[in-house]
């Protein structure tokens, strides 16, 4: 009972590399969604997907990219690295939409450099 | 602005204590209030409010919330020092969730 993976746990990338991080999971949930925490702060919300083939820009989404080709998966791509983009991501899903509690993955820890 | 507002941001007790957590909020399209523990890693879901005073309640930890206010509060009684974590609530509108900061809570033996 996996739940929802995230992978790499630990990233340290260089000033402008690129990378994807990954989020699976196997609930069958149709909701998804991707948050980065900085210290000291809640959770604020990057993009989010209602299934697969939808997604839609959360609260901070310049500099990341998503897409939803399969209700499993949600890839988040950074496009060009930025020290700002240091923080922990963490991605999470729910059965849908409405009314749910979202599962969260351990995160990813992404150094900038 | 959406905004959801935590209080107090951090929060150190002795174990025993009973402590108040506050969640307010603005948002359009309210949907439902949700509580999370956050402790190393993933948050984890504690309770979900989407009715005006009715209280959820599971073991020592209870929750309520007003939606004439606007507000929710999470008790947590005789505390132990394994609820220290970081508490987060966050507001589902608009099919999207908007997050407070947390309350950081330490309980001290």
């Known amino acids: 009972n996996a739940g929802v993976t995230q992978t790499p746990k630990f990233q340290v990338l260089k000033t402008g590399q690129s990378m994807t991080l990954q989020c699976a999971q196997d609930m069958n949930h149709e909701y998804m969604s991707w948050y980065r925490q900085d210290p000291g702060m809640g959770l604020r919300l990057i993009h989010y997907s209602v299934g697969a083939g939808i997604t839609d820009q959360g609260e901070v989404p310049n500099g990341y990219n998503v897409s939803r080709s399969t209700t499993e998966d949600f890839p988040l791509r950074l496009l060009s690295a930025a020290p700002s983009q240091t923080s922990v991501y963490f991605c999470a899903s729910s059965r849908d939409r409405y009314n749910q509690p979202q599962h969260f993955g351990d995160g990813t820890r992404l150094s900038i450099l | 602005e959406d905004k959801v507002v935590q209080s107090p941001l951090s929060l150190v007790v002795h174990e025993g204590d009973t402590v108040t957590l506050n969640c307010s909020y603005e948002v359009t399209n309210f949907r439902s209030l949700l509580w999370y523990k956050q402790e190393k890693k993933a948050p984890t879901f504690l309770f979900m409010l989407t009715s005006s005073g009715i209280e959820k309640k599971s073991g020592r930890l209870s929750s309520i919330?007003?939606?004439?206010?606007?507000?929710?509060?999470?008790?947590?009684?005789?505390?132990?020092?394994?609820?220290?974590?970081?508490?987060?609530?966050?507001?589902?509108?608009?099919?999207?969730?908007?997050?407070?900061?947390?309350?950081?809570?330490?309980?001290?033996?």
């Open chain 2, 65 to 109: 919330l007003d939606k004439k206010e606007l507000f929710s509060i999470l008790n947590i009684t005789a505390t132990q020092t394994g609820d220290s974590a970081i508490y987060l609530c966050a507001v589902d509108h608009a099919g999207k969730s908007t997050f407070g900061d947390g309350t950081t809570l330490t309980v001290k033996p």
